[in-house]
């Protein structure tokens, strides 16, 4: 917030993305009624939630994550190596966006809105397990970008890299039942961005009828955070600091 304007004005700038993204659905339910099982509302809460998960995402990673070529280009990881406190974590955690907070906040007026809509009565059990699935989807986001700002020990810049995964972003906001074979296939099980929105809602909507999509975000979210911590441990291997 040392700079009020810009502030301010990013706040602006992703709430009329937001807008735009919920305009996008209303001129797509113009058209027809569902998108395979999900109606125009239960899309709506889709999209907050993605964007929910995003912006919690956002506020606390986004600029880590984009900062950390940086870091290993001018050498100032030789004084975050030095500090007496885990490296990954004061890497990941230095700054906080606090704009992102408040666009968090809309992203969950849409979603009681969306929710009213539908006439949902979400039980306290269904409650907590959104949240704790949204946490599992920010974190499964924070690990694949990571590892992506990881490839600058050896790129020294991987900015495009990093902004190139933060743009498949708008994917999961989709319904899952939207794609089809090879495509959906990878962003599932391989890059699981379909399933940090889709199944949060599904909980939130009542619309999950096994437990094996939510067992299967918890085990994608455990296996990319063993592999994240590995590929960050061997990228730090090749980091020769800023005198060599």
């Avoid at 994550?65 to 030789?78: A, F, I, N, P, Y």
Wanted: proline share 2%.
């Amino acid at each position: 917030m040392s700079f009020k304007g810009n502030f301010i004005l990013w706040i602006i700038v992703e709430l009329l993305w937001f807008g735009l993204q919920l305009t996008f659905v209303t001129v797509l339910y113009s058209q027809t009624s569902s998108i395979g099982t999900w109606t125009k509302w239960q899309m709506v809460l889709l999209v907050g939630a993605s964007n929910f998960i995003q912006q919690i995402y956002q506020a606390f990673f986004l600029t880590n994550c984009t900062g950390l070529s940086e870091l290993v280009r001018t050498g100032k990881m030789d004084f975050l190596l030095a500090l007496p406190v885990n490296t990954r974590f004061i890497v990941s955690t230095r700054q906080v966006d606090l704009g992102a907070f408040v666009n968090a906040l809309f992203a969950i007026c849409v979603m009681i809105f969306a929710a009213g809509k539908l006439h949902l009565h979400p039980t306290a059990a269904q409650l907590l397990g959104f949240s704790m699935l949204c946490a599992v989807g920010v974190t499964i986001h924070y690990m694949l970008m990571f590892m992506l700002a990881a490839i600058s020990f050896w790129t020294v810049r991987a900015q495009g890299i990093v902004w190139g995964y933060y743009n498949l972003f708008n994917i999961a906001r989709m319904p899952d039942e939207v794609f089809r074979g090879a495509f959906k296939a990878v962003f599932t099980f391989a890059l699981p961005i379909l399933l940090v929105s889709n199944v949060p809602t599904r909980v939130l909507a009542d619309k999950l009828q096994s437990p094996f999509w939510w067992m299967l975000l918890l085990a994608l979210g455990a296996a990319w955070a063993v592999l994240s911590e590995w590929f960050w441990r061997f990228s730090l291997s090749r980091y020769t600091s800023a005198s060599t």
